[in-house]
């Protein structure tokens, strides 16, 4: 742990110094304009945020510190005979900037596996809900729970130095990530397997650990795990989940807190829970149509049934990106390699090319094509992992990466309470007719 968290301060500071000579050269510099249209639309493509772990490129998807996915899946080390990255290594990539060895990974694996205990009273806490609780609702009371054992918010509470918010946030974060396979994981065999529940294997990685404690110990959901938590992991600042952990860790609301609330964001329908949204629709298709794998026709019309009925195909479209997203590319590559002809994979890739066109007809969908989500519930269903309740449960696990490094970079960084300006409608119209100034303090 100290060899990591020194390496991790050697480089906060050298970033501070360079961030320091910026702003004193460049502070000035005006970044970009505001519409009127952006204040009252979202914020969209405002820039406001520093997120030093990924970058969202509009036609090249993300990128972790600089690399692609297929760059992540070729240079990253893996598990013994395995294929697919181990997703310590991105966070190792995302915290240091630098791509990690096998030994670099190894260490990090040994402090996870170190630090993964959970306290009791997290499990007392979940079982205190109802089973039918919806996933993400247990998931963000084991979070909670597990927020006693906040080392930032002890050392706080004892008048811990500024200078050492860090340290604190850091050691937080390491526990938190180390902790949440084991409170997923006790989640879904309580909801779905009676609470008979499967004990950690201390010599697995972190993804396979999961996998184990869920109750899949086939390799090849292993992998698929170990895929699937490197590219959920992380989509720069901006997004609900990325964004509110940074908003609340701004207030130095401990990581667990911070995090908490990142999650709440991400169960809501237009963000994480998409991903439920997709298999959901997919599902229904199947059995209105009355067939396990519908035609292109088929599913053509049942696209204009769901365009005509007011709502969206799930799945489809992105804020930021204008090409089919890479993450999608990349569980594709993985579904023609292990389960080429699964009838509900080959379903998800006539819908790839059935969509798109329609929706590019209708001339108001800036961006027609597959995200994330549109793809990773066929892989899960394939491997046995139909209850699609809890797939946002393990988007969650696999944002904790990147947002718990990036929540160390804040702290690390000095970033301040993040605190927007808001005005009101009745403000806008004196502005509009040149009576009042709206910008400013």
Same mark, same amino acid.
């Given at each position: 742990?100290?060899?990591?968290? @020194?390496? $991790? ?22 970044? @970009? ?8 639309? @979202? ?20 990128? $972790?510190?600089?690399? %692609? ?22 966070? *190792? ?27 009791a009273h997290v499990f007392h806490t979940i079982d205190a809900l109802p089973v039918n609780a919806h996933p993400m609702t247990q998931f963000v009371a084991g979070i909670m729970a597990a927020q006693t054992e906040s080392e930032f918010s002890r050392r706080y509470s004892e008048g811990m130095n500024k200078r050492d918010y860090w ?50 110990? +086939? ?19 901006? +997004? ?18 911070? *995090?908490?609330?990142?999650? +709440? ?17 997919? $599902? ?9 794998? /519908? %035609? ?71 961006? /027609?094509?597959? +995200? ?10 394939? *491997? ?5 309740? *809890?797939?946002?449960?393990? $988007? ?46």
């Amino acid at each position: 742990m100290e060899v990591l968290k @020194g390496l $991790f301060k050697q480089k906060a500071e050298q970033a501070n110094a360079e961030i320091k000579e910026i702003l004193k050269e460049h502070g000035s510099k005006v970044i @970009g304009e505001v519409t009127l249209s952006q204040v009252y639309q @979202g914020m969209r493509g405002i820039t406001g945020l520093v997120t030093e772990t990924s970058l969202l490129d509009a036609q090249e998807g993300i990128r $972790f510190r600089g690399y %692609t996915i297929p760059e992540l899946r070729e240079k990253l080390p893996k598990a013994p005979d395995g294929k697919e990255p181990l997703p310590e290594g991105l966070f *190792f990539l995302m915290l240091i900037g630098e791509l990690p060895t096998e030994d670099d990974v190894q260490r990090v694996t040994n402090i996870l596996q170190r630090r993964s205990h959970v306290p009791a009273h997290v499990f007392h806490t979940i079982d205190a809900l109802p089973v039918n609780a919806h996933p993400m609702t247990q998931f963000v009371a084991g979070i909670m729970a597990a927020q006693t054992e906040s080392e930032f918010s002890r050392r706080y509470s004892e008048g811990m130095n500024k200078r050492d918010y860090w340290a604190a946030t850091f050691d937080d974060c390491i526990d938190l990530i180390a902790r949440l396979p084991r409170i997923a994981a006790y989640i879904y065999r309580r909801k779905y397997h009676f609470g008979q529940h499967i004990q950690p294997n201390g010599l697995l990685d972190w993804a396979g650990n999961l996998a184990h404690m869920m109750g899949f110990d +086939n390799e090849g959901f292993k992998e698929l795990m170990r895929l699937y938590m490197t590219i959920h992991a992380d989509h720069e600042g901006g +997004n609900v989940s990325a964004h509110t952990t940074h908003l609340v860790g701004s207030a130095l609301s401990d990581p667990y807190l911070s *995090f908490a609330a990142g999650m +709440n964001g991400l169960a809501g329908p237009l963000h994480g829970l998409a991903n439920q949204e997709v298999i959901k629709w997919i $599902f229904e298709m199947q059995e209105k149509l009355g067939s396990e794998m /519908p %035609t292109k026709a088929e599913i053509a019309q049942y696209v204009q049934d769901t365009l005509s009925s007011g709502k969206v195909v799930p799945g489809y479209g992105h804020a930021v990106l204008r090409k089919t997203d890479p993450r999608y590319t990349a569980q594709m590559d993985f579904g023609k390699t292990h389960m080429p002809n699964d009838p509900l994979c080959q379903t998800v890739w006539n819908i790839y090319e059935v969509v798109p066109p329609i929706l590019q007809s209708l001339g108001k969908v800036k961006n /027609p094509w597959p +995200n994330v989500d549109a793809h990773s519930g066929a892989l899960l269903v394939h *491997f046995g992992l139909k209850e699609y309740e *809890f797939y946002t449960v393990l $988007f969650g696990v696999s944002r904790a990466l990147g947002v718990m490094a990036s929540l160390c970079w804040d702290r690390a960084l000095g970033f301040p309470l993040e605190r927007p300006k808001s005005i009101t409608t009745a403000q806008v119209k004196r502005w509009l007719k040149g009576e009042d100034e709206i910008w400013g303090d």
